[in-house]
T-cell receptor, first 111, second 114 residues
Framework: GQQLNQSPQSMFIQEGEDVSMNCTSS?????WLWYKQDPGEGPVLLIA?????ELTSNGRLTAQFGITRKDSFLNISASIPSDVGIYFC???????????FGKGTRLHILP | DTGVSQNPRHKITKRGQNVTFRCDPI?????LYWYRQTLGQGPEFLTY????????KSRLLSDRFSAERPKGSFSTLEIQRTEQGDSAMYLC????????????FGPGTRLLVL
């Protein structure tokens, strides 16, 4: 089946630093998604990407849909304490399809 | 609160017991999805409904698992003869086909099988 390789697995950064994480797939997706999950909660959608090459921003977050349709990255600028959590990349073949998730990147912010 | 709700939030059971979880989707969302998330992993798809019809089931959904959505509104997920490997967070998501393609997730039911 389709697999998503997400890296890094975890990050320890200082408040105010920029963050970059990425995701690669063994096969093509037509939609790439980035979710954030806080402890004890369900994932919350941050950014959705629908076209190869698309670059989309949501506040301090920027994500891109790779041209090959097999990869995506997420950048967070000027990190703040509430950015702590687990970030998941995810893909869909079609917009109403099931979502395939990566294993997540755990973001820690050092005091 | 008009989000997806799930009950119970936590369930501890002994191996071999049956458990049932409930998901109430956002009002008028016609699609409802179930996912399972084990520790340190991302959510994995189990099954989904369009209205009351169950349209797809993952290979992860063994014969001990059954999901229903009898009136096309809330859904239940039952696990029979639970095993320790069933311990996980069970997430429900819903989406509105016509207006928004986003799957909105509930807070999940955390199951621990002793």
């Amino acid at each position: 089946g389709q697999q998503l390789n997400q890296s890094p697995q975890s990050m320890f950064i200082q408040e105010g630093e920029d963050v970059s994480m990425n995701c690669t797939s063994s096969s093509i997706f037509n939609t790439w998604l980035w979710y954030k999950q806080d402890p004890g909660e369900g994932p919350v959608l941050l950014i959705a990407l629908y076209k190869a090459g698309e670059l989309t921003s949501n506040g301090r977050l920027t994500a891109q849909f790779g041209i090959t349709r097999k990869d995506s990255f997420l950048n967070i600028s000027a990190s703040i304490p509430s950015d702590v959590g687990i970030y998941f990349c995810a893909g869909q073949l079609w917009r109403d399809d099931k979502i395939i998730f990566g294993k997540g990147t755990r973001l820690h912010i050092l005091p | 609160d008009t989000g997806v709700s799930q009950n119970p939030r936590h369930k501890i059971t002994k191996r071999g017991q049956n458990v049932t979880f409930r998901c109430d989707p956002i009002s008028e969302h016609n699609r409802l999805y179930w996912y399972r998330q084990t520790l340190g992993q991302g959510p994995e798809f189990l099954t989904y409904f369009q209205n009351e019809a169950q349209l797809e089931k993952s290979r992860l959904l063994s014969d001990r698992f059954s999901a229903e959505r009898p009136k096309g509104s809330f859904s239940t997920l039952e696990i029979q003869r639970t095993e320790q490997g069933d311990s996980a967070m069970y997430l429900c998501a819903s989406r509105a086909r016509q207006t928004d393609e986003t799957q909105y997730f509930g807070p999940g039911t955390r199951l621990l099988v002793l």
